[in-house]
């Protein structure tokens, strides 16, 4: 009988495991047709399970670049997330398009806590805890704390909307 290998000699050598179907029975273990696999490959110091989750996001969702009127004033996010533990996963608008719906992701093993602040004072927002009966949980000051490896929707509201 065959078993699986456990160790493999040191060297520069990337063992991929794209597909599983291998097993020790008698079928045809193949795949038809072509497979196009990319690998993005960097050096790092000790595992981070937050540096690891953004530069995932990076490979997944590359930097979309546009051309734009170079008189414009330069764009700024309403909102900044501060706590390293923390990724934004994903923005988009609010039904009624008055606000942000937010994911928060915690890749780490142990809690993490963010807080949603305004990019300027003179632009406030409000941060509400979005639950999953659709009830809003608002936050006193932005603080959002995420279970291990959880995800939190939370809705960004600008202060001057009703909302």
Excluded: C
Excluded at 20 to 33: F, L, M, P, S, V
Excluded at 72 to 84: C, D, I, K, Q, S
Excluded at 99 to 122: E, F, G, Q, T
């Amino acid at each position: 009988m065959r078993t699986w290998r456990r160790q493999t000699a040191a060297g520069s050598t990337v063992y991929a495991y794209l597909l599983n179907n291998y097993w020790h029975t008698n079928y045809k273990a193949d795949q038809e047709g072509q497979l196009i696999f990319r690998f993005a490959l960097r050096p790092h110091g000790a595992f981070d399970e937050v540096a690891l989750r953004r530069f995932g996001a990076e490979q997944e969702q590359p930097l979309l670049a546009y051309a734009v009127d170079a008189q414009a004033p330069a764009a700024r996010a309403p909102f900044r997330v501060e706590g390293a533990g923390v990724t934004v996963s994903s923005i988009r608008a609010a039904g009624d398009g008055s606000a942000m719906i937010v994911r928060l992701y915690n890749p780490s093993r142990s809690r993490s806590v963010a807080r949603l602040v305004a990019s300027r004072p003179d632009a406030p927002i409000r941060v509400a805890r979005l639950e999953q009966d659709g009830r809003m949980l608002p936050t006193s000051d932005g603080t959002i704390v995420l279970r291990p490896f959880a995800t939190e929707l939370v809705r960004v509201t600008p202060a001057g909307q009703r909302r």
